[in-house]
């Protein structure tokens, strides 16, 4: 499949990106890893009169712990994300959820800021960003500014980002003592979309009660979910059983899936409830230290 | 219709040509250079029939723009022979009959090749998920895990 015809354009500077972005408006297109964009225009599902191909950016490509943070340039490689030691052993919920994004080819070019800016639900980091309660930093004419992660998600493939303004950076808070996270996507075969994914993240303090939750749903609803109401209930409550039970029932009422090939909206939305409370438990077994 | 003229060093060899900058990389390499060795399969980034080596690493060349590559290098199934040597993963894949049609050869035996040159001595666990962004429909999985075995233990 051959796609529509454009002109390339290939900037050698953040600035540079971002002045071609504000003169071309809405002709134009940002392509990073372009595994979601490249299949969409050879399905003219998208046909971008020009294209900014931001993959010169390099400085865009880091993974750094700083001032209470972990941030992650844009422009990052899932791959990479998958091999960091700093992610493997800190953010497990980000590594699982590098690694079962697509597969290993796609993986090597696909970024996470392109993950989070193609706006899709179906994609696997907006739900574990949701948990983690990341910042997402977009940089216009103006300079940066930061968005909330619940600020960000707007609609289907519709996010928060002017078009004038590129995502630079994932800015996450650093995990206290007695924190722990994970990602379960179910999927019908490996590099398919979900057909139900969930991040779970956890803070217990001394004895065991749980002072942070953080529970994100992919592809069971026109945006990226959070589970607010599971959260609030786990809030202030130890980890049993029947609290993580729970939370997962509340979760499963909080998705909004609808029925097709990946199956029944009921079948979704009982998935949603079993992988919150398996993710619940693996989050809360990292917490305790295990690894 | 927008052109450009990209130089791209294949299989150790410059390539210098105008062309459409919507020029997909795997039309580049087989209809401009003839190394059909590149196979299109699905055409949408799931089958891995068009995998090749991009600056040493593994991509799908349907969803890879020629002009990404400018600058850079690649490796097809093509630079895998040296001096008419076949290199080991060839040679497994035929001794321990890892194909039948021989359609996602090419893509299983680069998808591999970038497996081996990070982990040399993959587990089968970790050969099938190097392998799991290519499809074979010919039910082939076992003897190709072995013909990748096969690679590793000759080194």
Known sequence: MIPGSFEYHHPGSLDEAIALLSSLGDDAKVLSGGQSLIPMMKLRLAEPAHLIDINGLTDLEYIKESDGYLTIGALTREADLDRSDVIGKKYAVIHDTAHVIADPQVRNLATIGGNLAHGDPANDHPATMLALRAEVVATGPNGPRTIPIDDFFIGPLTTALAPNEILTELRIPAPTQGSGGAYLKLERKVGDFAIAGVAAVVTLDGSGNCTLAGIGLTNVGPTPLRATAAEKFLLGKPLSDDNIAEGGRMAGEASQPTSDHRGSAEYKRAMVKEMTIRALKKAKARAEGEQ | ?155
Not at chain 2, 22 to 49: M, P, S, Y
Request: glycine content about 10%.
């Open chain 2, 1 to 155: 219709m927008a052109k450009q003229t990209v130089t791209l060093k294949v299989n150790g060899a410059d390539h210098t040509a105008e062309i459409d900058q919507r020029l997909l990389l795997v039309h580049f390499i087989r209809e401009n250079l003839a190394l059909t060795g590149t196979h299109i399969g699905c055409d949408t980034t799931h089958c891995g029939a068009c995998t090749v080596i991009l600056d040493g690493k593994a991509v799908k060349s349907c969803t890879v723009f020629t002009v990404q590559a400018d600058g850079k290098e690649i490796l097809t199934i093509e630079g895998m022979t040296t001096n008419g040597k076949l290199h080991p993963l060839q040679e497994g894949f035929m001794e321990e009959h890892g194909l039948q049609c021989g359609f996602c050869t090419p893509g299983m035996i680069m998808s591999s090749y970038a497996l081996l040159q990070e982990n040399k001595n993959p587990t089968e666990e970790e050969i099938r998920w190097g392998i799991s962004g290519n499809l074979c429909r010919c039910t082939g999985y076992m003897n190709i895990v072995k013909a990748v075995q096969y690679a590793a233990q000759k080194g």
